[in-house]
């Protein structure tokens, strides 16, 4: 057997606070999606203004930066034309995003879930999405105990 | 034009607190989905050891409520062998929810969204939709001028 | 954070062997899949002359023995026309199943994966699901320190 | 009728082990996939630390590869822009793959299956893939009666 960590209830409303509010500061309303360490989904908002297009992008972005242990703008660089995985982007029937915007969620080296986020232009969505991992990570440190 | 009243995103997570308290009483953990009244998610919450199976049935359920405008119980009596709606089951590539757990949610007579739970008895779903939209209701009541 | 037991690379091999020989014994070639406690599938076998229609059922099979921590065949039964999960088949694009032959994998009373079988009958592929259970627990027996 | 030739299960084990054993060396865990000639899933097996976004990744190059019995990374030349391929990586509903790591398995220059890599770069994923193959290929000179 494998004993695992992954981000729990509370740890997806933290990633989620800590993503609306720079949302709010950025006047881009998101929608915002945090899936565990397997790709499967915790939490999701959509603000009030964000983009219906966008649920499932946010969705697919955490699916893949938790599941691919990988920020999904890493997969944007690597799968350009003449890149070495290029095509990617269509794998998974689609599911599998190299836009910004999906971040792996790390702690003591482990990725332990995922924050995919959506709406804005990829550099938007991808500073909501560590904004929401920063709040996390402040949580922890509050909280070493936990 | 039509001019279109709908949850917003505070008014979701109303909805999922009345729903979640309901699940601490039953001590089932639940997915737990809210959509506008189009059928698309406006916010989704796993309780910790809610089934991952639920995800998508607590979303399809509440997708099915709030576009159909009819509780999932409903469809459940009418899709029967031999009753009118029989097969309807399978529609929508499997969306559509005959299963209890997905109720709309009503103000004024129209359906403004709609709420999915999953990962209990089809009974104790629909028990827990329904703390839901009471919470909703009773805020409504305590902030008229809204 | 949650801490999450699950069935490993090795312990799949351990339930697919003990499902091989069941499968041998009763002369019927299956498809057996192991999926961790995600439902995210580890090991996948057909066995010369396994239906390849049923390497997706087995999968799935497996996938809802372990997510939804119920046997498929509990899910038959209460699927039926009239009963309260009647019309679950065709959920999550149909891949829930409610046809025997997946089982969860408990330990020490948390489901920590499954096992799902097809070519055979749903009894037989039930029994062969089981005798994959059997191993396993046989090697947790004979290993307590891993 | 037609006479076909393709891998068996234990075929596909050897596959396995070789990739495996590749894998280890590189200290990659891998997804690995065997399909038959007509496509269809033998063997799979996700090594620990493979990444669940792999899995179907890994099961779409080997069918990609037998079925269409040309090595992934010849569709990665091929599709891209103003390449007489462009767009093949969409097809088949994103199945078709062209990110390196899908190799077909050739004996007497017949097509009798295809072997799927995932999890490293497509470099690591092509160079695990050919191990699996290499050892079958000893397989059948250590065994040329079979």
Redo the contacts between chains.
């Keep these: 057997?494998?004993?695992?960590?992954?981000?729990?209830?509370a740890?997806?409303d933290t990633l989620i606070a800590g993503a609306v509010a720079q949302a709010d500061d950025l006047r881009v309303p998101m929608c915002i999606a945090i899936c565990?360490e397997?790709?499967?989904?915790?939490?999701?908002?959509?603000?009030?203004g964000g983009k219906?297009t966008s649920?499932t992008i946010a969705i697919d972005k955490a699916?893949?930066a938790a599941?691919?242990?990988k920020a999904t703008h890493e997969y944007g660089a690597i799968s350009q034309?003449?890149a070495?995985?290029?095509?990617?982007q269509?794998?998974?029937?689609?599911?599998?995003m190299v836009v910004g915007g999906g971040l792996p969620v790390v702690?003591n080296g482990d990725v332990?879930g995922g924050i995919g986020v959506s709406s804005g232009t990829p550099d938007q969505d991808r500073q909501v999405a560590q904004a929401g991992i920063d709040a996390f990570q402040r949580s922890i440190r509050q909280a070493p105990a936990?």
Excluded at 84 to 88: K, V
Excluded at 90 to 96: E, H, N, P, V
């Design positions: 057997m494998i004993t695992i960590t992954r981000l729990d209830a740890d997806a565990d397997a790709g499967q989904l915790i939490a999701f908002r959509r603000m009030d219906i649920s699916f893949t599941g691919a242990k034309p003449g070495p995985a290029y095509g990617i269509s794998a998974i029937g689609g599911r599998l702690m332990i936990k």
